[in-house]
């Protein structure tokens, strides 16, 4: 009996020594935070989402409270009803501590205290220059905490602190395929030998394939992407998760601006050549859910925390790893999504990291991965019955508009944009917003289908649906839009029918643009004809179209992701 008890009394000593390590840190950081050092205090370390990066600025004080906004750029306006507080948990909300006599400026109804106590009437306020707005929240006497979406506002209205061009990112794509860092499988399955082949057989296989449907120019190896298309389709099998309820899991939106999540999960859903029934035959394990529902059911309006929605897919995710053995195998690896919400980077972070995301917005500074993720094309989609409505364009012969835009000012790209060129040059037919209506939208699309260039700047995030609307109407996308991936850029050339314009060299689009010769032009408007269909979406799925090339995408860099055991 001895033997065992030294071991149990170590045991003991070393979880007390945790306990009051912990409790030393605990007590340190209260401290630190009560002394209001840079990470807070310890008022706000009790709110949600206290971890939050926060501003502090103290300032003079100021007669009332308006006079002590208008100092600070803030302008007040009415009062709005909430019924709770929320304080963002990342990086999205910015606070900054105001000093003012909060007892004298701030009304009856409102007692502010060492007891604090907060009335349901929250000041609110402009924030002049940018239109963001937030809202004022009491600490103490001296002090309150002017809480508001700012750093996503600001980080939409500036350019990014990092920039990776083109060429970066092929460079970038080349390393990733000879040096994956995907997980090993936990235990190996018959798939992962299949995987194997079918990548041998890829790289291995003859040096030149012909093929009267795929036009080589705008690929990037036309005989390596046939070798996959094929072997995918001969091979690929896909499971579907049956979990999930609606409207968030398998209700897909097939009409507006993120309706290419909602058609490839209604294809992939009622596809009979790739789902099989068994998981125990599938090389892929696709995640049903739609990101624009998950916004639309579950985020709290006006409240700037989306917390809930990433805690609402880490259940999920880990529902499926206790449920089936396979997520566990590769650490989800082997599974994807598809999401066109510009949240789904933010939703699908830490719980999903290692699984395949086809997004929208394909960002690099926000944890996009080249040759891992798949760019997922946005499409503006008119109509569920037709997608293929209005599709095409003049010749090229006839299209006597160098450069067309026309679109909200979104972020701080496209205020730029109109800087320079709207109603500056008649070649130049930049506008703002076209007004609503019928005849609107038609003029719209008459000036894509008639424009030589179609201008693609980034909005609030770095993808734009006029890409592929350029595309669509055959008109040569030019793609103003710094470390934006394109779609499917592990597969196409897009030199072949785009041009690529750095954000900083806006005031020159016009001399880049005429810089084009026209027998260049012609080439450029041919390679956009012919990409057309690896774009299109259609009611029952095409070989080659937009379908079954987010798929090929999502397979394709499985295999040269996938490190056998």
């Known amino acids: 009996m001895k033997k065992y008890k030294h071991p149990i009394q170590f045991q003991i000593v070393h979880q007390r020594k945790w306990v009051l390590m912990v409790g030393l840190v605990a007590t340190i950081h209260l401290f630190c935070q009560t002394l209001m050092l840079p990470y807070g205090t310890a008022v706000l370390s009790l709110l949600p989402g206290h971890n939050n990066p926060s501003y502090f600025t103290e300032m003079p004080n100021s007669d009332t409270l308006e006079d002590e906004f208008q100092q600070e750029s803030l302008q007040l ?66 002090y309150a905490l002017f809480q508001t979406d700012d750093v996503k506002r600001m980080r939409c209205l500036m350019p990014p602190k990092s920039v990776m061009y083109i060429d970066q990112m092929e460079r970038l794509l080349a390393r990733n395929r ?6 090993r499988p936990r235990w190996s399955s018959p798939r992962d030998q299949e995987i194997l082949a079918a990548k041998m057989q890829i790289t291995k296989g003859p040096s030149r394939i012909t093929d009267q449907e795929l036009y080589a120019p705008v690929f990037r190896n036309v005989t390596m992407f046939k070798r996959s ?69 579950l985020y709290v309006r006006n409240s700037h925390n989306r917390t809930n929605l990433r805690q609402f897919l880490k259940v999920y995710a880990e529902k499926l790893a206790s449920k089936y053995p396979f997520w566990n195998r590769t650490g989800g ?38 040759g891992r993720d798949v760019s997922l094309p946005e499409c503006y989609v008119r109509s569920a019955r037709n997608p293929l409505r209005d599709l095409g364009g ?44 019928v005849a609107s939208k038609m003029n719209y699309i008459e000036h894509m289908k008639s424009s030589k260039f179609c201008i693609c700047p980034k909005g609030y995030e770095v993808n734009s649906p006029r890409v592929v609307e350029a595309i669509f109407y055959e008109c040569v996308p030019v793609i103003i839009s710094d470390n934006f991936v394109p779609p499917f850029f592990e597969v196409l050339n897009w030199d072949a029918f785009s041009v690529v314009v750095a954000e900083k060299d806006i005031p ?33 799925g095409v070989k080659y179209d937009l379908f079954h090339m987010i798929l090929h995408s999502i397979w394709y860099n499985r295999i040269f992701q996938f490190k056998p055991r």
């Not at 499971?239 to 897909?252: A, L, S, T, W």
């Not at 016009?510 to 299109?536: A, P």
């Open 77 to 142: 306006v009415k009062s709005r009803d909430f019924d709770h507080v929320f304080i963002e948990d990342d990086s999205e909300t910015r606070q900054e501590m105001i000093s003012v006599d909060l007892s004298n400026n701030l009304g009856d109804g409102v007692s502010v205290n060492s007891n604090i106590s907060i009335d349901p009437k929250i000041l609110m306020v402009n924030k002049s220059g940018n239109g963001s707005q937030g809202q004022v929240l009491p600490i103490n006497e001296k």
């Open 508 to 540: 020159e689009l016009k001399n880049i643009l005429t810089g084009i010769s026209d027998s260049k032009y012609r080439e450029l408007q041919h390679g956009v004809k012919k990409v057309q269909r690896h774009f299109l979406w259609n009611v029952k």
């Open 333 to 370: 690896a082997d599974h994807f999504l598809v999401a066109c919400h510009d949240w789904a980077p933010y939703e699908t972070r830490h719980h999903m990291e290692h699984s395949m995301k086809a997004l929208c917005n394909a960002d690099v500074t926000t944890g996009f991965k080249i």
């Open 178 to 183: 000879r040096a994956s860092r995907a997980m």
């Open 394 to 437: 003049k010749p090229a012969s006839e299209r006597n508009i160098l450069a067309f835009y026309a679109g909200n000012i979104h972020g701080y790209l496209r205020k730029i944009l109109l800087e320079y060129w709207n109603n500056k040059d008649p070649d130049m037919k930049i506008f703002g917003p076209m007004p609503p209506g």
């Open 229 to 297: 298309y094929e072997l995918m389709e001969r091979t690929l099998k896909v499971y579907v998760y049956k979990e999930g309820e609606r409207p968030i899991f398998h209700q897909p939106i097939l009409t507006g601006l993120y309706a290419s999540e909602g058609w490839f999960m209604k294809l992939m859903e009622g596809n009979k050549r790739f789902v099989v029934k068994d998981p125990r035959k599938a090389h892929l394990f696709y995640m049903p859910f739609s990101a624009r529902m998950l916004e639309h059911k």
